[in-house]
T-cell receptor, first 112, second 116 residues
Framework: SQKIEQNSEALNIQEGKTATLTCNYT??????LQWYRQDPGRGPVFLLL?????KEKRKERLKVTFDTTLKQSLFHITASQPADSATYLC???????????FGSGTQLTVLP | GAGVSQTPSNKVTEKGKYVELRCDPISGHTALYWYRQSLGQGPEFLIYFQGTGAADDSGLPNDRFFAVRPEGSVSTLKIQRTERGDSAVYLCASSTGLAGGGETQYFGPGTRLLVL
């Protein structure tokens, strides 16, 4: 069955450092991979999309990589700030469907 | 402009009761999705509408769950004979429906359902 794993439930880092979150998947061939941010009591908010034929995508302090051979995506936040503290979700989309298949998320805490 | 709105924000009901959850998508968005999120988990797909029709309802867990979107805008998720295991946050999302795939989905704040 399809499985999406995100690294450790919680990640604590010091302000100013780079946070790296991982998303591994099995039994899936996604055409797209998205990363969302979710704050407590709120719905997920879209951050970045990367296609299967793309290796890397950047947006301001965010960077996403996508390795379809390793079946892994890495999500980086550089120069992290306490305001970046949230749960980050990766989501896969196949070429034949529109719905998102989410991982369980990683809770990031950036310590001042 | 207004984002996706969901009502009620919280719903407490008793086991066996019927509930309706409402979603107002972003104006002009033809695609609408329902997801369910349990504590500590990512959202889980339930159903997807393109316009008025359910294009994919493969995520509905059983026949107690039903959703409609009669005019291609507002959608209602209906749960009959609620069970304690239905307790979760029900999220609605919408997208333009114009892109081939991978398009951004805009989520509402969710309805927190608690079945006692």
């Amino acid at each position: 069955s399809q499985k999406i794993e995100q690294n450790s439930e919680a990640l604590n880092i010091q302000e100013g450092k780079t946070a790296t979150l991982t998303c591994n998947y099995t039994n899936y061939s996604p055409a797209y991979l998205q990363w969302y941010r979710q704050d407590p009591g709120r719905g997920p908010v879209f951050l970045l999309l990367i296609r299967e034929n793309e290796k890397e995508k950047r947006k301001e302090r965010l960077k996403v990589t996508f390795d379809t051979t390793l079946k892994q995506s890495l999500f980086h936040i550089t120069a992290s700030q306490p305001a970046d503290s949230a749960t980050y979700l990766c989501a896969l989309i196949s070429s034949s469907a529109r719905q998102l298949t989410f991982g369980s998320g990683t809770q990031l805490t950036v310590l001042p | 402009g207004a984002g996706v709105s969901q009502t009620p924000s919280n719903k407490v009901t008793e086991k066996g009761k019927y509930v309706e959850l409402r979603c107002d998508p972003i104006s002009g968005h033809t695609a609408l999705y329902w997801y369910r999120q349990s504590l500590g988990q990512g959202p889980e797909f339930l159903i997807y509408f393109q316009g008025t029709g359910a294009a994919d309802d493969s995520g509905l867990p059983n026949d107690r769950f039903f959703a409609v979107r009669p005019e291609g805008s507002v959608s209602t998720l209906k749960i009959q004979r609620t069970e304690r295991g239905d307790s979760a946050v029900y999220l609605c999302a919408s997208s333009t429906g114009l892109a081939g795939g991978g398009e951004t989905q805009y989520f509402g704040p969710g309805t927190r359902l608690l079945v006692l």
